[in-house]
């Protein structure tokens, strides 16, 4: 299995800009985990599906930030629009169990 | 709400034993997992305690103590290639919540 993909693996982008985070779980994982990682906050959930569907949201900073997932092997995380402060590296994670979940590599995202 | 605590830093040289502690404050909580992560890399699940006790996998080794709120990493013969930040994480089901981190530093 080719793991957790995620596209782009570096995004460089102005404050306004919209961005847009790509990731295709794990085939035959029902569970998928949005992360963002900061040197001052650490790992963050930001957002997790179950069965594509969104379950908790409550860690999505703010209105500009929303996720979607529209079938088993793809969501999205968008930020419209972008500000400095949203500059973090960004993991998506799928999962089968409660137990283990799998992490992509990441999208470092840097907004100038 | 959750929250883990963990030290920020441990450094131990190559072929030692180190321990890695996790307290934890948590509304809910269904068991205790240890994620690694090198510098640049992604986190990648090492171990899950479910239940009180001793769990072992090779080198390294969990324990959880849910009456203490308590929990541990057991790194054995440490390696150069342990040198990494290692994070437990605890919540409800599906939704995990990391701790603070510590970085291990392996030295020669």
């Known amino acids: 299995d080719a793991g957790v993909i995620q596209s782009p693996r570096h995004e460089v982008t102005e404050m306004g800009q919209e961005v847009t985070l790509r990731c295709k779980p794990i085939?035959?994982?029902?569970?998928l985990f949005w992360y963002r990682q900061t040197m001052m906050r650490g790992l963050e959930l930001l957002i997790y599906?179950?069965?594509?569907?969104?379950?908790?949201d409550s860690g999505m900073p703010e209105d500009r930030f929303s996720a979607k997932m529209p079938n088993a092997s793809f969501s999205t995380l968008k930020i419209q629009p972008s500000e400095p402060r949203d500059s973090a590296v960004y993991f998506c994670?799928?999962?089968?169990?409660?137990?283990?979940?799998?992490f992509g590599p990441g999208t470092r995202l840097t907004v100038l | 709400g959750q929250s883990l605590e963990q030290p920020s830093e441990v450094t131990a040289v190559e072929g030692a034993i180190v321990q890695i502690n996790c307290t934890y404050q948590t509304s809910g909580f269904y068991g205790l997992s240890w994620y690694q992560q090198h510098d640049g890399g992604a986190p990648t699940f090492l171990s899950y305690n479910a239940l009180d006790g001793l769990e072992e996998t090779g080198r390294f080794s969990s324990f959880l103590s849910r009456s203490d709120s308590y929990g541990y990493l057991l790194l054995q013969e440490l390696q150069m290639k342990d040198s990494a930040s290692y994070f437990c994480a605890g919540g409800e089901g599906n939704k995990l919540t990391f701790g603070t981190g510590t970085q291990l530093k392996v030295e020669l």
């Open positions: 599906f179950n069965n594509n569907v969104p379950i908790d």
């Open positions: 085939s035959g994982h029902n569970s």
């Open positions: 994670a799928s999962s089968f169990t409660n137990n283990e979940q799998f």
